[in-house]
């Protein structure tokens, strides 16, 4: 097992509670809603410390939550009564670990800010999901005009206090430009005061 570094460590002492506050303001009812769509084997990207986890359907065939931030992963490990047959894993979203066609569903919430290469990411999200599988997205994105910025400004500051988050990350335009097939996306608003995240796309896309 991988020894989390100094930022993971510091990331993971502030960020479920920080996350916690937000669930409260109505984040939940996003992934409650949202994640109760979720069926087959399913895979979560960046699963945290399990925020997640109490929102997905109970008879899932199987529910594999990958976390690589070893900080993190063991407050997941602490959770009680995960649904479905549940196995938590180290892993790169740049480099899946899974044979191909392996899932019928992959989720990402607020993960795709922090992956270094979100295309090959979104690559490998692709290539381990069967034919007709979905995949179910909630990420913080980049906004306009002065808020895209200050998005740009504080990017570097928010990196290293994130855990690699990236405030201007334009996740849509990534999307687009990949083989799936969007089938819907909303464009709101993340029930939070820190400005620099609050632009929040939420949808669902496709493998054809």
């Not at 990196?159 to 990236?166: E, F, K, N, P, V």
Request: proline letters at 6%; aromatic letters at 8%.
């Amino acid at each position: 097992m991988t020894t989390a570094t100094f930022g993971q460590r510091f990331f993971a002492g502030w960020y479920p509670g920080f996350m916690a506050r937000v669930e409260r303001a109505g984040q939940a009812e996003v992934r409650r809603t949202q994640l109760a769509r979720a069926h087959g084997r399913t895979l979560e990207i960046g699963a945290g410390n399990g925020v997640s986890v109490p929102h997905y359907p109970r008879d899932l065939d199987a529910l594999v939550l990958l976390e690589p931030n070893p900080a993190l992963r063991a407050r997941l490990a602490a959770r009680t009564d995960p649904p479905a047959t549940t196995s938590i894993v180290d892993g790169d979203a740049h480099n899946l670990d899974f044979p191909a066609a392996s899932f019928d569903t992959v989720t990402a919430s607020l993960v795709f800010c922090s992956v270094r290469d979100p295309a090959r990411a979104l690559r490998e999200v692709h290539r381990v999901l069967r034919p007709g599988g979905q995949f179910l997205f909630h990420e913080h994105v980049r906004g306009t005009g002065v808020r895209a910025t200050f998005q740009d400004l504080i990017t570097p500051l928010q990196r290293r206090l994130a855990d690699g988050c990236h405030a201007n990350r334009d996740f849509e335009s990534l999307l687009t430009a990949t083989d799936f097939h969007i089938e819907e996306i909303e464009h709101t608003r993340m029930p939070t005061r820190v400005a620099s995240i609050v632009p929040m796309v939420v949808g669902s896309a496709r493998k054809q």
